[in-house]
């Protein structure tokens, strides 16, 4: 697991330490040319004080080694006249002024002029000029060399110090109980550290409300499945009690209209939990005039068999990005508590527009419709209108969730749902694209 603090560690050290690299190579280089400088010039003022008279013999028993000067003298006739290191692999000639000269024994510095009646060439190794830059630069690094180990426990320490406070936001975390979805404080924390604190409160803020809507739609499902779940058994009990056929017939068909409304509450519910609050349409474009003709098509003959007229009043061109399966149960939901809201021998029409070049799709019954003062609490799940007089002739009995799903689908899309009266009286729904 990769840690921020030995991460910090390594690369601080890193670029301290090609730092102090950089460094010594800068004031090794300036080292060396101040000791050419230094070098050079005193060459110069060996070759001036040398003397000026012509010299009688070659000298050859010098010391053969490299190191200091070097020094050749020839006469006006090119005769070699003195040689301090006859084992030198000089060259035989003087190129008068500074040059630079390589044998097999390195590199030498050369220095050539006319004294007197003689040619002067004083020679001198390079790596007595290199050693030197390097003594004085590795004299001027060797302190921070020894304060390199010194650097890194202070940067471990330094870089713990500075990670506490996400240290602190962990201990917070891991010793808060899981139903603790309280925001964490921000106080007391860098700059650094509070956006992510933040983020977390955000988080915590989603999940409070997210648990908190689950836990109100299991308390609501638990109690809206217990009413027909009750009346199954009763109904069950009730053939089993039955004493001759009409009675078991009239018991069984009671016992299975329990067993559809029961269903279909599971249904909803299913349909309920599956439409997220936040989520969003899956991106493809719907043809709104097919998929309202096949919602139409498939509630046709439970239409007909409540003895209600649906049809598709009007229906032009129009397409939406969206989700068609939650369209779908979105259309289907309105259709089918139209046809079940609207007595015998009234009628539903189904009518798709574009307003503005934004499709309009409406729902108009002859039902009761809905007072202004619940149209907008029939959203709220299990929430029902009290039944009137209209609306007790038509024998309806539901969950209270269709609308429900309606909105939440709806604002999957980015719509707007909108109840109001129909012409006839009775209830339009608008869903505005």
């Avoid at 000639?93 to 004083?122: C, K, M």
């Avoid at 908190?212 to 009750?230: I, M, N």
């Avoid at 129909?422 to 505005?432: D, E, F, M, P, Y």
Wanted: one cysteine or more.
């Amino acid at each position: 697991m990769r840690s921020i603090r030995r991460t910090l560690l390594i690369w601080l050290l890193a670029l301290v330490i090609f730092g102090v690299g950089f460094a010594g190579w800068l004031i090794y280089r300036q080292a060396l040319a101040e000791a050419n400088e230094l070098f050079d010039y005193q060459l110069q003022q060996i070759a001036s004080a040398l003397p000026s008279e012509p010299f009688s013999s070659v000298l050859s028993s010098r010391s053969e080694s490299d190191e200091g000067v070097v020094i050749q003298i020839w006469n006006r006739n090119g005769v070699l006249m003195y040689y301090s290191h006859p084992r030198v692999p000089l060259a035989p000639h003087a190129e008068l002024g500074f040059s630079t000269e390589t044998t097999p024994r390195g590199e030498w510095r050369v220095y050539s002029a006319i004294v007197g009646d003689n040619v002067v060439q004083l020679a001198q190794p390079l790596s007595i000029r290199n050693r030197v830059a390097a003594g004085v630069a590795w004299r001027t690094l060797w302190p921070l060399v020894l304060l390199l180990p010194l650097l890194g426990v202070a940067i471990w320490v330094i870089v713990g110090r500075g990670l506490a406070p996400l240290r602190r936001v962990t201990h917070a975390l891991d010793t808060r109980h899981p139903e603790a979805l309280d925001p964490l404080s921000d106080r007391r924390l860098p700059q650094e550290v509070r956006p992510v604190v933040r983020a977390l409160n955000a988080l915590l803020s989603r999940l409070s409300a997210a648990l908190d809507t689950q836990k109100a739609f299991v308390a609501d499902a638990a109690h809206e499945l217990r009413t027909p779940l009750a009346a199954v058994q009763i109904q069950a009990q009730l053939v089993g009690r039955a004493q001759d056929d009409d009675a078991r017939r009239e018991a069984l068909a009671d016992l299975n209209e329990g067993i559809a409304r029961a269903t279909r509450l599971a249904e909803q519910l299913l349909a309920l939990a599956r439409s997220e609050p936040d989520g969003q349409g899956a991106g493809v474009t719907v043809d709104l005039c097919a998929l309202l003709e096949g919602c139409v098509r498939g509630y046709v003959l439970v239409a007909q068999e409540r003895g209600v007229d649906l049809g598709i009043e009007a229906s032009e061109p129009a397409s939406v990005e969206g989700n068609p399966d939650a369209l779908r149960v979105m259309f289907n939901n309105l259709i089918d508590n139209a046809t079940k809201y609207t007595p015998r021998g009234g009628r539903v029409d189904v009518c798709l527009k574009v307003q503005e070049g934004r499709p309009l799709v409406e729902i108009s019954d002859t039902g009761p419709g809905v007072p202004q003062e619940e149209r907008e609490r029939v959203f709220d799940r299990f929430y029902r209108v009290g039944e009137g007089a209209d609306r007790a002739r038509t024998d309806v009995s539901g969950s209270g969730l269709g609308l429900a799903i309606v909105r939440r689908i709806a604002a999957q899309h980015g719509t707007r749902v909108e109840l109001g009266e129909s012409q006839a009286g009775g209830l339009k729904v608008s869903i505005r694209f």
